[in-house]
């Protein structure tokens, strides 16, 4: 079992990554939200779009990592 030290040094270690998907997930609600309030659309449609946000994360996070990689170059 981790300890509570442990624990603080991880999140500490990954207090950006951990950021950035507070803002993106807080975004994506907040655009979706406001989004089905002006357009007044079904249920199920803001369902979808809330659970697109998990896609669309992913594919937020791996073209930042692929992007972090070609700025930084090989690491040979």
């Known amino acids: ?5 442990g624990w603080l040094e991880e999140a500490r270690a ?4 951990m950021f950035v998907d507070l803002v ?3 975004g994506w609600v907040t655009m979706v939200h ?5 357009l007044e659309g079904p249920d199920w449609a803001y369902y979808v779009f809330m659970l697109a946000g998990i896609v669309a994360y992913f594919g937020f996070v791996t073209s930042l990592e692929h992007a972090t990689e070609e700025r930084d170059g ?3």
Request: net charge positive; hydrophobic share 55%; aromatic share 16%.
């Open 74 to 76: 090989p690491e040979n």
């Open 14 to 17: 990954q207090r950006w990554g």
């Open 34 to 38: 406001l989004l089905f309030a002006v």
């Open 1 to 5: 079992m981790t300890s509570v030290r």
């Open 24 to 26: 993106f997930a807080v």
